[in-house]
């Protein structure tokens, strides 16, 4: 294993990385670091590692693509988050593009036959980049955390350094 890379790292997903973005919405509305309340996960590890220091660690090579998806810790649906990404180059990832797919849909346990499924639509939408290289690079996230009559309860902006390799 590389010097540069994490104990923790195995080889990359030939379908690329997912990042999932777990953003505390409770701790941001009471005055937290925006940094502490934004816990990444992604795939490509052999453990699940969770990060809320500002720092994202891809393995992920160039050509594949990572998929950013978001949500907030509100189980209850008492806020939503609408997420904007800004690169601050695109030396090691490319392509900033959000993707939504209205149609989709997810398969859901009944309550009385927990083996029988149902498809449920369920909207999806992530951030889409490519890797370029190998690298480091900043990424500026933008949220603005509404709640359930949407109404806007507050907006928030933290770096995210992000390490590809």
């Not at 083996?115 to 980049?129: G, K, N, S």
Request: aromatic content about 4%; proline content about 5%.
């Amino acid at each position: 294993m590389a010097k540069d890379k994490p104990p923790h790292a195995r080889e990359a997903n030939a379908a690329g990385t997912n990042v999932l973005l777990v953003i505390d919405t409770g701790a941001l509305l009471a005055g937290e670091s925006e940094p502490a309340c934004c816990y990444a996960l992604c795939t490509g590890m052999d453990s699940l590692l969770t990060s809320n220091d500002g720092q994202l660690h891809l393995n992920a090579t160039a050509g594949e693509q990572v998929h950013v998806r978001w949500s907030p810790t509100a189980v209850r649906g008492e806020h939503a988050v609408l997420l904007d990404l800004q690169l601050a180059n695109e030396d090691v990832l490319t392509n900033l593009t959000l993707q939504t797919n209205p149609a989709a849909t997810v398969q859901v346990p009944q309550m009385g036959e927990p083996v029988e499924l149902e498809a449920r639509p369920a909207h999806d939408a992530f951030w889409q980049l490519d890797v370029a290289a190998e690298g480091s690079v900043e990424l500026t996230l933008k949220a603005i955390v509404t709640d359930r009559d949407a109404e806007i309860a507050g907006t928030f902006e933290w770096p995210l350094s992000i390490v590809v390799g």
